[in-house]
């Protein structure tokens, strides 16, 4: 599955020119996901888990990497990608690792899936008078999975967000939770 995983992030767009391309997209990211994973934090802490790790991160997706990008390889390809793209990449994997909508009109049977926002920790910018990032996410419960973000415009808030992000999953017959500003009359 991780493979899979791997194809569907060589799928996005990689702006950078051809000439000198040396390190791919999705290998790049795959790998900055297994070191947050892992507990990096910063650019210099992905670079030294690929480093420590290089190894058998060869010998488990044939990166054939003879070293590490540099930290500021790393970030220049991660902030070139498109959010939104990413986005698309991690809604179809969690489909494929979902691959079910809501059985019925049985609540006994009915998906559990629990829709929740939260403002992003030292998102904002005071000296370009950026408010924190606020994303809605979807899970499901039942399979321990997050199924998808949605960030929420700076002049709106949850409410509109997660209808919209319930039709753009296409999610039917499950059963939410959400928290109590959603119980409007004409949700």
Not at 98 to 103: C, Y
Not at 112 to 141: E, M, P, Q, T
Request: hydrophobic share 45%; aromatic share 8%; proline share 2%.
């Amino acid at each position: 599955m991780i493979l899979k995983f791997l194809e569907l992030l060589s799928q996005i767009k990689d702006r950078r020119r051809a000439q000198g391309k040396k390190w791919q997209l999705g290998p790049v990211m795959l790998a900055t996901i297994l070191a947050v994973l892992s507990g990096a934090t910063s650019y210099r802490k992905v670079h030294g888990f690929i480093r420590q790790r290089l190894d058998e991160l060869n010998e488990a997706f044939d990166f054939g990497w003879a070293k590490a990008p540099a930290y500021s390889t790393i970030r220049s390809i991660l902030q070139g990608c498109d959010a939104d793209e990413v986005e698309r990449v991690f809604r179809l994997h969690g489909a494929m690792l979902s691959d079910r909508n809501g059985d019925g009109d049985d609540v006994e049977n009915m998906r559990l899936l629990a829709i929740d926002g939260k403002v992003l920790r030292a998102s904002f910018d005071d000296f370009n008078d950026r408010k924190a990032a606020h994303l809605l996410s979807i899970f499901a419960a039942d399979e321990a999975l997050v199924l998808g973000h949605l960030q929420i415009e700076e002049k709106s808030n949850e409410i509109p967000a997660a209808p919209q992000i319930i039709k753009e999953l296409g999610l039917e017959n499950c059963l939410f939770t959400m928290d109590a500003m959603h119980c409007q009359k004409n949700f």
